[in-house]
């Protein structure tokens, strides 16, 4: 078979082809890889402030009874959640 019939009737027979199709596969999935990296960090960059305050940690404030110390304070969050520590304990200025 001649070189111009196996182009015609074969086209996948030639390594040519094939070379190029496996560079094209390829530098279409890293480039595709690429541009959805920059899709997620720029909307990452772009929604930070909405992020950061819906993943923070937000206090547990308790506004109900008689005042407590903070001694009083610390106890009662050990209890209520065992096998955590309380470092800070703040009481709201009145």
């Known amino acids: 078979m001649r070189l111009r ?10 390594w ?3 070379a190029l199709f496996q560079v094209h596969l390829w530098v279409g999935l ?3 890889l690429y541009v959805l ?3 997620v960090t720029g909307t990452i960059l772009i929604y930070r402030r909405a992020l ?5 940690v937000r206090p547990h ?5 008689p005042r407590l110390t ?3 304070l610390q106890q009662i969050a050990e209890r209520v959640h065992p096998g955590y520590q309380a470092d ?3 009481l709201a200025e009145e």
Do not use: F, K, N, Y
Request: charged content about 15%; some cysteine.
């Open 5 to 14: 019939d196996r182009l015609l009737h074969h086209p996948q027979h030639i």
């Open 16 to 18: 040519l082809r094939r």
């Open 30 to 32: 890293i480039l595709a």
């Open 37 to 39: 990296v920059m899709c």
């Open 52 to 56: 950061s305050t819906l993943l923070s």
């Open 61 to 65: 404030i308790v506004a109900t009874g």
């Open 70 to 72: 903070s001694e009083e």
């Open 88 to 90: 800070q304990v703040s």
